[in-house]
């Protein structure tokens, strides 16, 4: 057993190492592209959204800025798609899109969902009307996304957090 509690001890200080190379190669990437700077921070002046979750959806989706709102969430793959057939209506489901910019959103929305002011009252509305919890929290990706587009395309905009 100790042993393995040593082995186990050395691969989470090498992944911390990696974590903080790859974490400082970011910040050298965010300083020598300004413009990439500039639309971080706009970024993360939104609460939820971190560094890393701001170089990810920017990576992913570079033209966030230039896309009206639905165009926004149907790229990020969350806008709802209706499943329907003349008169049988099903639950309609997000979908397509890239889902790295999903993944990159689920922590955020989840910080976002706690601690933004706004995005926590439209999540607690959402639960208190009985809607499950992560469908309740795919709401807040997309209200997420559509206000990184929102801040992004806007220079005067500030958030309220």
């Known amino acids: 057993m100790p042993a393995l509690r040593r082995q186990a001890q050395s691969l989470v200080r090498r992944l911390e190492r990696d974590l903080k190379q790859i974490e400082t190669q970011l910040g050298q990437l965010q300083a020598q592209a300004k413009a990439l700077d ?60 890239r889902a790295p910019v999903r993944r990159a959103l689920y922590m955020a929305a989840l910080v976002a969902a706690r601690s933004n002011r706004q995005l926590k009252a439209f999540y607690q509305r959402l639960r208190a009307a009985g809607k499950p919890a992560k469908v309740a929290l795919t709401a807040v990706m997309r209200k997420l996304i559509i206000l990184m587009n929102h801040t992004l395309k806007n220079p005067n905009f500030v958030p309220q957090n």
């Open 38 to 97: 500039e639309r971080v921070q706009k970024l993360i002046a939104i609460t939820g959204v971190g560094t890393i979750t701001a170089l990810g959806v920017l990576a992913e989706l570079p033209e966030l800025g230039t896309l009206n709102r639905r165009q926004a969430a149907a790229l990020a793959g969350l806008a709802p798609h209706p499943r329907a057939s003349g008169q049988w209506h099903g639950r309609r489901r997000i979908g397509g899109g």
